[in-house]
């Protein structure tokens, strides 16, 4: 059952609606900034920072071509 228009579900007196409702706010605040790599969890193995998705300039210029 979707919400009324101007209602507030978070603040639904069922505390299961209302903490999915949470959920679902949650995730949609979420969607584009994870995807573009603008926040991220410094603990995930996939998900990284940019600057750690690369090898530093030192490095590389370190490394020999193959």
């Not at 959920?23 to 584009?32: F, G, M, W």
């Not at 926040?39 to 940019?50: A, K, N």
Request: hydrophobic share 40%; net charge positive; glycine share 4%.
């Amino acid at each position: 059952m979707l919400a009324q228009p101007g209602a507030n579900p978070i603040a639904d007196p069922d505390r299961e609606r209302a903490f999915r409702a949470l959920e679902v706010a949650t995730l949609l605040a979420l969607r584009q900034p994870v995807r573009n790599g603008s926040v991220w969890t410094e603990h995930s193995l996939s998900f990284r920072g940019r600057d750690r998705l690369f090898l530093p300039e030192e490095r590389w210029q370190a490394t020999p071509a193959l």
